[in-house]
């Protein structure tokens, strides 16, 4: 199950990953963009959220899909 939710993030990712949106300016996935320059610390860092947020573990279990589709980003498309 993770395997294919972290594929279809790869898919997102590949097709509008360094994308904004128009209206607010944010990226359409930040997750993406900051893993690329480095700087990505997760869901609830990037929200600002603590960990007794009702969101927190959500925010974690998304966190380890996302880090699974970058491994495979990484094995695919790394120099």
Not at 5 to 13: G, I, K, P, V
Not at 37 to 61: A, M, Q, R, T, V
Request: glycine fraction near 6%; hydrophobic fraction near 35%; aromatic fraction near 14%.
């Amino acid at each position: 199950m993770e395997i294919e939710s972290a594929t279809r993030r790869l898919s997102s990712w590949l097709s509008t990953g360094k994308e904004f949106n128009l209206t607010t300016g944010l990226p359409k996935h930040p997750e993406f963009l900051f893993r690329i320059s480095g700087e990505w610390k997760g869901w609830n860092n990037f929200l600002n959220i603590s960990n007794n947020h009702p969101c927190y573990k959500s925010n974690i279990d998304q966190d380890v899909i996302d880090n699974l589709a970058w491994q495979i980003y990484r094995s695919r498309y790394a120099p």
